[in-house]
């Protein structure tokens, strides 16, 4: 299939965002009409046995904690409609997501007020919420004088509750907690449906965090959908009915350049209590209920198009070679790997619908494409989105809690005539929010979405979700990127006019473009998104040289603005044998010093912390670090960890061989923990934060010299190395030349002392985040006169002397799957079977890549970077040892038995620019952030001259952030004049280019003019926002908006 596709000229002036309106069945009859802001979200009445398991969850929508003063819970019996149980909720307060959780002892997480066992009783009960009310008590009879929210339910069919019902919930029937729903517990959850109508419906026990609000009711007894697709785990998870019998169904994968059938099985089984069943290999992180009978099915799920489908029948009736047909399809989903590419197959499986499009490096990060609308809509691949993968589990997806609603206006000629189709305007909307941000987004992180023509525009409206609120708020600033540009639109057969700005939304509601103003509902997204600083673990120093412990210490940095005043933060020390909190610090009525850095510590360490520790409070490991905010204090010595409050968390361990499995589960989900490798220095060594500013990322960290109070020493990935003891070891990896066909190395260069011997050396190859090897070679022969040996594949040109090692081309290939990162190790004296994990005490030397995505995740006993490698082109490519770059390792051309080519600092293009933002804020002077903008500016370099430059050959990079101007300077060295050409042809486009560039989800405009030291711009011509402007644009709006009553309107 092949759409139809006009360029429009469109204009995106106004990008409204404003509260969802979550209606509710109850109104007082003596309050004016009112939004409700807290709600009963979640109710587990009836548990299987003993009811120890009992909870009422009350959820505020600003997300956020919140003084719950005024408000009071009542349960009312049905057995004569009076109160039997009172909670005055003053004095309490939600967790900082909006939650209070009012339980039993053992509901995990434990409830804020806890609840003697068998308290919520069964029904046909009611549970209600009033604010205002002081004259509440036990024994009293129902009423609706005050409420707020009400919920009237019952745990058997035949249960009646007239009386509740008639005063507490006129019209709408109790809700069943149906106790056969699962075969474990279950639980009431309030759940959203179309036009923002709020239900409730039986679910997944979820205290404290969001309710999954699976609709089963669109589901039955014979049918399933496709949930999950992992085509690197190689992975299918289907959806159904909880604790069901699964039989008469068919896999089936497809081949997109043929549209015929590669794979069939029969699928059979049961599902989980969540309705979930996993086929797939037989996994050693996660087991599956029904396992693929051929490990070669892994091959099929990787070509550029692919099909997966399931049919209704048995695999008896599919031949592999036939074409896909759609008899007996229940569902199908059809992608594209690598180049965005339309496929046949895509006409038969989902027709009308584009196919889900996954970048090459996109799923090498145990990623998966997931469903996240569920589940009425089949065969249509803008129900999935990617994300991190969840075998097993529900999918992680776009949240109603981080959301925000969305108006654009394109003005179009005689839209009258017709009205594209809002799929194809949500397509366009996720392929260029992608480009802006630089993060994968597809239709499914849209909702509710709705176009019409109004007075010759066209006005589209949709609910904006993101999974995170680090994640909204780069989608915003890219959608107001997108509101500002003049993008070019290809949907249906539309044709472009002039810009004018958007007045109206598609109900006709006049939309102001109020870039600042305020609500009473703080869930309100403002139009001008600007990220909050979160204050962060920056250095952690648990284990000292020797028997000594007396300079531990735990550093804390904020990016925003300093002093920060640090009351209702928390931190806490666990214990990773017993799983407990062993030390609690309160770190209210402190402060960070000006430069955002805050120490604490044990009285030997210099500078003197803040807050002194005795000496070996901090423990080696496996252990963690936690920071908390909360304004009660919920966390104490003995204590389980928890999640609620948890702002940001170090796992780690001074031993490679210890696990904290627990620790890592709950504080830092899916990640590996840090290991504080004491072989990194004869001297001291500490887990540093140099690769972001993201809260809870292990791959942040990395293994430095101690800085306490200071800036992390991030730059010198190893110590410095010289060309007589490369990185300190007297055998080391000189090059390694990364090749573009099946086989992934062209050779292997190592350098160590002329004429010495490698009996006892070997190099391991590996792949994947677990380092898992894959080859073994046992090297053999003399370094060269140059102190050079190579180990080359057979068929490669070879001088045949002694100084060269020939291995069979077999070894150079990774029979696993294709991964996303791959690594050489250098081994001394060790033989290390296949399987096992890279154990850190034997290596000489490692240099580890990855096609380029911009990770950084580590790898076990290896503190080191990641060097990426663009996938552009089919030249070859090197990693060089380059004692001149800080990254140790250089992209550059291929000198096998040569000198590296290295860049020259001699030689080099200056880097002096501006750069706008819309806030200063967002760009702190620290080690992450220069980091992640000297990646960027590699990034960029190397896509337009593809003349193997990367993040080593920028130097001495630093700016200055006033006044919206981002001032830049540093140094570009080079090889050659030809790539210093090159580059200079980089910047001047660079400079011209009208596109955002993107940095880790924040945007920055390029085409700046530099200020003069006169305050004036050096070049006039260039026209970019300012403060006054942005403010004017905001007065404006706000009087036009409220001369025509619309904010009233939107918050009825």
């Known amino acids: 299939m092949k759409p139809r596709l006009w360029p429009v000229s469109v204009l995106l002036t106004c990008a409204l965002f404003h509260e969802v309106d979550s209606q509710n069945h109850v109104k007082s009859p003596l309050e004016p009409r009112r939004k409700p802001t807290f709600l009963i979200n979640e109710v587990n009445a009836d548990n299987p046995g003993d009811d120890a398991q009992e909870y009422l969850e009350l ?23 009076t109160a039997y149980y009172v909670k005055d909720l003053s004095g309490l307060s939600t967790d900082d997501k909006g939650f209070l959780l009012l339980g039993s002892q053992a509901v995990v997480p434990t409830p804020k007020v806890i609840l003697p066992k068998n308290t919520i009783q069964n029904g046909p009960d009611a549970i209600a919420l009033y604010f205002g009310r002081t004259d509440l008590s036990r024994g009293m009879k129902v009423t609706n004088e005050s409420l707020v929210d009400a919920l009237v339910h019952k745990s058997k069919a035949s249960d009646r509750a007239d009386e509740l019902v008639r005063i507490l919930t006129p019209g709408v029937d109790p809700f069943l907690e149906d106790p056969f729903f699962r075969t474990t517990d279950e639980s009431l959850e309030r759940c959203q449906g179309p036009g923002s109508r709020w239900y409730f419906q039986v679910g997944t026990p979820t205290p404290g965090s969001d309710n999954h609000c699976i609709p089963f009711a669109q589901l039955n007894a014979s ?59 037989d996994h050693d992180q996660f087991p599956v209920d029904l396992a693929f009978p051929d490990h070669n099915v892994s091959f099929l799920f990787r070509a550029d198009a692919s099909g997966v489908a399931l049919y209704r029948g048995h695999a008896s009736h599919f031949t592999v070679g036939d074409s896909v047909s759609t008899v007996g399809l229940l569902d199908a989903l059809v992608y594209t790997m690598g180049e965005r590419v339309e496929s046949k197959l895509q006409d038969i499986l989902t027709p009308g ?49 981080f959301s925000q609603d969305v108006s654009l206006c394109f003005q179009v000629a005689d839209c009258q005539r017709e009205i594209p189709e809002e799929n194809e305007i949500v397509m366009f909307l996720s392929q260029v929010l992608e480009k802006q941000c630089d993060c994968p987004v597809s239709p499914a992180y849209f909702k509710d979405s709705a176009a019409a023509c109004q007075d010759g525009e066209l006005a589209f409206t949709a609910q904006l979700r993101a999974r995170s609120a680090a994640q909204l708020q780069s989608l915003s600033q890219a959608l107001l990127v997108l509101s500002r540009s003049k993008e070019v639109a290809q949907f249906g057969k539309w044709h472009g006019m002039r810009q004018k700005t958007c007045s109206k939304d598609a109900h006709g509601t006049e939309i ?90 044990n009285a030997g360490v210099a500078p003197k912390p803040s807050i002194v520790l005795p000496d070996t409070t901090i423990q080696n490991g496996a252990d963690a670090v936690a920071l908390y905010h909360s304004a009660t204090p919920i966390y104490h010595v003995n204590g389980p960890p928890t999640a609620e409050g948890l702002v940001d968390a170090v796992v780690y361990t001074a031993r490679g061989s210890d696990r904290a499995d627990k620790l890592l589960e709950i504080l830092a989900p899916g990640q590996r923990i840090l290991y504080e490798n004491d072989s990194y220095s004869t001297e001291d060594e500490s887990l540093s934060r140099c690769h972001s500013l993201r809260p809870r990322d292990h791959s942040s960290f990395k ?53 010495a011997r490698l009996k006892g050396y070997s190099l391991m190859l590996f792949s994947g985040h677990d380092a898992k090897p894959y080859a073994s070679i046992q090297l053999q022969g003399t370094f060269a006169s140059n102190g050079i040996f190579l180990v080359l594949p057979e068929g490669q040109p070879s ?10 081309p077999s070894l150079w290939i990774d029979p696993s799957a294709p991964q996303k990162s791959h690594g050489v190790a250098l081994l001394r004296h060790m033989q290390v079977p296949n399987g096992t994990l890279v154990p850190n005490e034997i290596l000489e030397d490692v240099v580890v890549f990855s096609w380029e995505t911009g990770t950084s995740r580590g790898y076990p006993g290896h503190p080191g970077a990641i060097y990426l490698i663009p996938r552009k082109g089919d030249r070859p490519l090197s990693l060089s040892h380059c004692p001149s770059c800080n990254e140790t390792f250089a992209l550059s051309d291929p000198t096998p038995g040569l000198e590296n080519r290295c860049p020259l600092q001699s030689q080099y293009l200056d880097l002096g620019m501006c750069l706008m933002t819309p806030d200063c804020s967002l760009w702190p002077q620290s080690p992450p952030v220069l980091a992640s903008l000297q990646r ?109 009553g619309c904010c009233g309107r939107l918050l009825d």
């Open 59 to 81: 959820y505020h929508s600003s997300g956020q904690q919140v003084l719950l003063d005024g408000y009071s819970v009542v349960l009312y019996n049905g057995n004569g409609n």
């Open 223 to 281: 049918s399933m959908l496709l949930s999950e697709v992992n085509p690197v785990d190689t992975f299918v998870e289907l959806q159904g009915l909880p604790s069901t019998e699964v039989k008469d169904l068919v896999l089936v994968l497809a081949n997109g350049s043929n549209q015929e059938i590669s794979f069939v099985m029969d699928v059979h089984g049961r599902t989980s209590p969540d309705g979930l069943l996993l086929l797939g290999l």
């Open 353 to 401: 619908k584009h196919p889900f499009h996954v970048k090459d490096e996109s799923l090498y990060n145990d990623t998966s494409i997931s469903r996240c609308v569920c589940c009425g809509l089949t065969r249509d691949p803008s129900a999935f989105i990617l994300d991190q993968r969840t075998p097993g589990r529900f999918n992680d997806c776009p949240r109603e809690r």
């Open 512 to 601: 102001p473009t109020d870039t600042g103003a305020t609500s009473e509902d703080p869930r309100v997204i403002q139009t001008t998104p600007t990220p909050q600083p979160e204050l962060l673990i920056n250095e952690v120093n648990p284990d000292n040289p020797g028997s000594r412990e007396d300079t531990e210490y735990i550093e804390l940095f904020y990016p925003g603005p300093a002093p920060f005043e640090m009351d209702n933060y928390w931190l806490v020390l666990y214990n990773g044998k017993n799983n407990l909190a062993y030390k609690v610090v309160s770190l209210g009525g402190h402060r960070t010093n000006e430069r955002g850095y805050f120490l604490v510590g």
């Open 703 to 755: 293994v430095t010299e101690i800085t306490p109070l200071y800036e992390n020493a991030c730059m010198a990935v190893v110590p410095k190395a010289t060309d007589e003891t490369p990185h300190h070891h007297s055998v080391a990896i000189n090059e390694v030349g990364v090749a573009t066909s099946t086989a992934l190395y062209q050779f292997v260069e190592l350098k160590g002392p002329s004429g």
């Open 799 to 808: 001088k045949g002397h002694n100084h060269e090692q020939l291995v069979k």
């Open 936 to 1044: 960027a500016l590699a990034r960029s370099m190397e896509e337009s001259c593809s003349c193997s430059v990367s993040s080593c050959y920028i130097h001495e990079l630093d700016f200055t952030c006033l006044d919206s101007v981002l001032k830049l300077s540093g140094r570009v060295s080079t090889r050659s004049q030809e790539q210093l050409e090159l580059l200079a042809q980089w910047r001047v486009n660079f400079s011209a280019s009208p596109n955002p560039f993107p940095v880790e989800g924040r945007l920055l405009k390029v085409n700046a003019a530099c200020p003069s030291p006169n305050g004036t711009a050096s070049r006039s011509e260039v026209h970019s926002f300012r403060p006054w402007e942005t403010a004017l644009i905001v007065v404006g709006s706000i009087l036009l908006s409220t001369a025509v």
